[in-house]
Nanobody, 117 residues
Framework: QVQIMESGGGLVQAGGSLRLSCAPS????????MGWHREPPGKQRELVAA???????WYADSVKDRFAISRNATGNTIYLHMNNLRPEDTAVYYC???????????WGQGIQVTVSS
């Protein structure tokens, strides 16, 4: 069974940066979109950023101009570059893949990002 592997989380001070990475452990077939959600403590999971193709992107208003999503051109590795981090960005971040012909998403296990003030 293919697993979705995330890395790059951790603890950072406000104003700092982190880069999250996500990649499947094997072949997941053709994708029609991928991205990142986050779940802050005590709150619902929310979509943060998404990418379709190489360069079609979407961002939540709360992270525009601070976060950037990208993917490598030859595979399904995706990145979330997070700059000027704020305490309110503290959350568990989950990457996902939307697979052609498959209902629902493939999800990563989640990775903690903590921003201290």
């Amino acid at each position: 069974q293919v697993q979705i592997m995330e890395s790059g989380g951790g603890l950072v001070q406000a104003g700092g940066s982190l880069r999250l990475s996500c990649a499947p452990s094997g072949d997941i077939g053709s994708t029609n979109g991928m991205g990142w959600h986050r779940e802050p403590p005590g709150k619902q999971r929310e979509l943060v950023a998404a990418i379709a193709g190489i360069s079609s992107t979407w961002y939540a208003d709360s992270v525009k101009d601070r976060f950037a999503i990208s993917r490598n051109a030859t595979g399904n590795t995706i990145y979330l570059h997070m700059n000027n981090l704020r305490p309110e960005d503290t959350a568990v971040y989950y990457c996902y893949y939307s697979i052609d012909g498959r209902a629902g998403h493939l999800w990563g296990q989640g990775i903690q990002v903590t921003v201290s003030s």
